[in-house]
């Protein structure tokens, strides 16, 4: 049965933006200021702690990790969500929304949460805020999966207003509190944003939602844009493992355990998705999203000393994890527990985030001093201050809790928020109008319609499939 909806967002969309953007405004000029390596003091500050070169600057060492992750945020999150027929502008488009605000409010609540100077109550921003900001927002895009195509822009931007929230909260707990590492957010970003997007998902159960099912499928180009993303992601995701890793052995092990499990999980990816076939075929599916697994799952352990083959091995075993949840979990989800995932977050965000925080606690609790060294174990593992008597396997009994923390602030603020996306004043679409770019954005091209029929001058027939409506006309009025 068809539901009548209003999707006209003239007013809300509009206010919401204007209001929030002023809002940001506001905060930034009340308490965002430059840190004293991008301050005009960094002179001084040079002198007085003898620094000789503009080099030690920490610009000169973050930043090529910074337009990495940047553009994995925009391009790679964006374009591997363009899978579908008809959704692209909504796939790249909002998700340049939601990131661009995101980023924003993450500077505050991170910085509220992490850098607060007690003294002067202002939070003071570098390079690597910019870079834990886009860590924050992975999150709440990652949930955007889960709801691609059935939710307005002013859903989104409500969604993504509390994942934030949210995020740094658990952040802050995980990270501050607990004291757990989790350099490529495994857990924080993974995890989180993976049950976040499904709880959501859950609560806007649409029971008719298969009159759109003509429109939930992609095409051939589509698939093949999708496939940038993945590709962007796939490059970029050492640099993401990495970015706000400590400067030397740490990043440098980080990358290079990530690089190899990015590896490994593309052959096991490739391999299931032929077995999953009578004819040995590969679906695209499989090849966009679970041959990035690898690169979730060892988020975590990324600055461990996992080993090389250690990586392979986690890599090996994520590549089938994921792949079999496309083709076995993912269906039980919608039939039996009523969660629609859009992108199938569950399986490349979800899965592989709790197989990361998993490997982290495994790989923590089995670290040793004669693999480490004394020194390796206190600076991998930050055991310092307040820290500086737990033993690894406390640790990795504190990264196991991270792991929970992560899927219960996940669950419960993923249900919560969309108890409150639920009502009817967001103008969301109706079932049938879902995954419909139509439906928000002015679409310039004519449609393009299956269209089968015979035309039969002089006793010939001729055939016309996937024209448009003008490509019909020109070609009826040549034989009419």
């Not at 964006?78 to 939601?98: C, D, P």
């Not at 870079?131 to 931007?157: E, H, M, R, T, W």
């Not at 307040?386 to 406390?394: C, Q």
Request: aromatic share 14%; net charge negative.
């Amino acid at each position: 049965m068809s539901s009548i909806k209003n999707t006209n967002i003239r007013l809300t969309l509009p206010v919401v933006c204007f209001v929030w953007q002023i809002a940001m405004i506001i905060l930034f000029g009340v308490f965002i200021r430059y840190d004293e390596e991008s301050d005009t003091h960094w002179v001084e500050t040079k002198a007085h702690e003898n620094i000789t070169s503009d080099i030690e600057n920490d610009f000169y060492f973050r930043y090529p990790s910074f337009q990495d992750v940047h553009v994995m945020i925009f391009v790679g999150f964006g374009f591997l969500m363009t899978f579908l027929k008809r959704y692209s502008f909504g796939a790249v488009g909002f998700n340049f929304l939601i990131a661009s605000f995101g980023l924003q409010w993450a500077l505050l609540m991170q910085g509220w949460f992490h850098s607060l100077d007690p003294h002067t109550g202002k939070i003071y921003i570098g390079v690597e805020s910019l870079i834990n900001a886009d860590f924050c927002v992975a999150g709440c895009l990652i949930a955007y999966g889960a709801v691609l195509g059935k939710v307005s822009p002013v859903q989104l931007l409500v969604m993504t207003l509390f994942g934030i929230t949210l995020f740094a909260v658990e952040e802050y707990i995980i990270l501050n509190l607990l004291h757990a590492r989790d350099a490529g957010g495994s857990m924080v970003i993974h995890t989180f944003g993976g049950y976040y997007g499904l709880a959501i998902t859950w609560v806007l159960y649409r029971p008719n939602l298969h009159q759109s099912k003509r429109m939930q499928g992609s095409v051939y180009h589509s698939d093949a844009f999708a496939m940038i993303g993945t590709l962007f992601l796939w490059m970029f995701w050492p640099s993401f493992n990495s970015a706000i890793t400590d400067h030397g052995d740490g990043q440098h092990r980080a990358a290079i355990n990530t690089y190899l499990c990015l590896a490994s999980t593309v052959l096991t990816t490739v391999a299931i998705s032929s077995l999953s076939q009578k004819t040995g075929k590969l679906d695209m599916v499989h090849i966009q999203n679970s041959t990035l697994a690898g690169g979730v799952a060892l988020g975590t352990a990324a600055e461990f000393m996992i080993s090389p083959y250690g990586a392979l091995i986690v890599g090996f075993f994520c590549g089938i994890i994921s792949t079999m949840g496309y083709i076995f979990i993912s269906p039980f989800l919608e039939k039996t527990l009523k969660i629609q995932d859009t992108c199938g977050i569950h399986n490349l965000h979800a899965m592989p985030g709790v197989i990361g925080g998993i490997v982290g606690a495994i790989t923590a609790a089995a670290a040793s001093e004669s693999v480490y060294g004394k020194q390796g174990l206190i600076n991998t593992f930050d055991f310092t201050g307040d820290f500086k008597d737990r033993s690894v396997l406390t640790q990795g009994g504190y990264q196991a809790a991270g792991m929970c923390v992560s899927i219960v602030f996940g669950v419960v603020g993923g249900a919560i928020v969309g108890s409150i996306l639920k009502l009817p004043i967001w103008g969301d679409p109706a079932d049938e109008n879902c995954f419909d770019d139509e439906v928000y954005w002015e679409v310039r091209e004519p449609a393009t319609h299956h269209l089968l029929f015979t035309i039969q001058p002089l006793g010939g027939a001729i055939v016309f499939d996937l024209v448009s409506r003008d490509e019909l006309q020109s070609t009826f009025e040549r034989y009419i």
